[in-house]
């Protein structure tokens, strides 16, 4: 009788303890941005998810997300309200460089179409500086590739392919930056260089009737462009 009181107090005991010691989980709500980021981890790089807790995307601050949030599956295009269980991991079981923290999908409570996906397309030069250009037989039409989803750009300036990154992208801003081309030599590279000097410059931008108008700081359209079908 004695054993069996012994060897159910001791059961309760470890029952009780490892309540006790189970890591508490706890709820929270995040919007989760259509576009990821490249982090640097020492000599790796990896594409980190973009998040805020904040309650409406009016003027979001969005910070790179380190870790995985299981069962998320990130939609193009698409912002996600979701609820996340958060529950901490034990001291001894948490990596080098890794995350202190689970992250587990309880559900998608909302989508919202990001309008900056409009961006991600062929856009060829109408005019610089509103001016129209005039592209002669045989040459081609200089045109740029937005790439969103990498955060980069490629194309053609009508003599050399070019190729660069864009940051500040928003519902009407964006920056080009890290411009290169080829190193071809062209008999006239008015155009070439005057549509290099407008990229750099871009701040904002606007979409109307499948044109794509770029803008300096002070407002001075610089380059208008079509889309490609």
Not at 101 to 120: A, F, G, H, P, Q
Not at 146 to 164: L, P, R, S, V
């Amino acid at each position: 009788m004695k054993k069996t009181f012994n060897f159910i107090a001791v059961s309760i005991l470890f029952l009780v303890v490892g309540i006790a010691c189970t890591p508490k989980s706890t709820t929270t709500i995040l919007w989760v941005s259509s576009v990821k980021v490249t982090a640097d981890a020492g000599v790796a790089k990896f594409p980190c998810l973009q998040i805020t807790k904040q309650k409406d995307l009016t003027n979001p601050n969005w910070e790179v997300f380190y870790g995985n949030i299981k069962g998320l599956k990130p939609k193009v295009g698409f912002f996600q309200k979701i609820e996340v269980k958060e529950v901490p991991i034990p001291k001894e079981n948490i990596l080098a460089d890794g995350s202190s923290v689970n992250y587990t999908l309880v559900k998608v409570l909302e989508e919202k179409i990001d309008s900056k996906w409009r961006l991600n397309d062929i856009w060829a030069l109408v005019a610089i500086n509103g001016k129209t250009i005039t592209v002669s037989d045989g040459s081609e039409r200089p045109n740029l590739s937005i790439q969103f989803g990498e955060m980069g750009f490629a194309g053609t300036d009508g003599c050399n392919q070019m190729m660069g990154r864009i940051k500040n992208v928003t519902g009407n801003t964006i920056e080009f930056y890290e411009l290169a081309t080829t190193m071809m030599v062209c008999r006239d590279m008015t155009i070439p260089n005057a549509f290099h000097e407008a990229l750099i410059k871009s701040k904002t931008y606007q979409i109307k009737n499948l044109e794509l108008m770029l803008f300096s700081a002070d407002k001075k359209e610089l380059l208008r462009l079509r889309k490609v079908d």
